[in-house]
T-cell receptor, first 111, second 118 residues
Framework: AQSVSQHNHHVILSEAASLELGCNYS??????LFWYVQYPGQHLQLLLK??????LVKGIKGFEAEFIKSKFSFNLRKPSVQWSDTAEYFC?????????FGGGTRLMVKP | GAVVSQHPSWVICKSGTSVKIECRSL??????MFWYRQFPKQSLMLMAT?????????EQGVEKDKFLINHASLTLSTLTVTSAHPEDSSFYIC??????????????FGPGTRLTVL
């Protein structure tokens, strides 16, 4: 069965700092990869996704992620975070008919 | 586009009551909908996959008689928690898959329903 791990449970950054959230998955076949964000009091929103093609995908709000197949990774990055990026971020892998989520990373950006 | 709604957003009920939660895709047809459960400070756990017009597929450990799922149309799936008990208190989230039902299609999530069983 596939599994997804997010290395950091909590991340605290100051505004303008760069962000990288790790995501690794275990599955030998073709996968589709997602990052979702959940702002406080709101529902899950799609940040970006990778299906095929350019392994560097750009999403909303200045986020990007890079799929490195050899490392089974799909890390999320943002060059300069803002206070409004405070949220919980979930990496998810779709293999077959099931979407499997990582444990989530809670990001707090200090103003 | 791709908006999913859930109703109610919060429900409080007495132990032994059955509670129905609705999930609707507002601007697209969803052949497949999913039901998740999220415990505090934890990730989402898939409970079941709901296909329009057929029986839901439950994940291991999820009681199908406890969590009844009906997907009667391409825009509506319901989850009924039967004879709810305090341990069923949780945040229930649905998602709907846009497109023709391919596994590669994106899932869009509803806002969730908080169930509190007293």
């Amino acid at each position: 069965a596939q599994s997804v791990s997010q290395h950091n449970h909590h991340v605290i950054l100051s505004e303008a700092a760069s962000l990288e959230l790790g995501c690794n998955y275990s599955y030998g076949g073709t996968v589709n990869l997602f990052w979702y964000v959940q702002y406080p009091g709101q529902h899950l929103q799609l940040l970006l996704k990778y299906f095929s093609g350019d392994p560097l995908v750009k999403g909303i709000k200045g986020f990007e992620a890079e799929f490195i197949k050899s490392k089974f990774s799909f890390n999320l990055r943002k060059p300069s975070v803002q206070w409004s990026d405070t949220a919980e971020y979930f990496c998810a892998v779709n293999a077959g008919n099931m979407l499997t989520f990582g444990g989530g990373t809670r990001l707090m950006v200090k103003p | 586009g791709a908006v999913v709604s859930q109703h109610p957003s919060w429900v409080i009920c007495k132990s032994g009551t059955s509670v129905k939660i609705e999930c609707r895709s507002l601007d697209f047809q969803a052949t497949t909908m999913f039901w998740y459960r999220q415990f505090p400070k934890q990730s989402l756990m898939l409970m079941a996959t709901s296909n329009e017009g057929s029986k839901a597929t439950y994940e291991q450990g999820v009681e199908k008689d406890k969590f009844l799922i009906n997907h009667a149309s391409l825009t509506l799936s319901t989850l009924t928690v039967t004879s709810a008990h305090p341990e069923d208190s949780s945040f229930y989230i649905c998602s709907a898959r846009e497109g023709g039902g391919l596994s590669t299609d994106t899932q869009y999530f509803g806002p969730g329903t908080r169930l509190t069983v007293l």
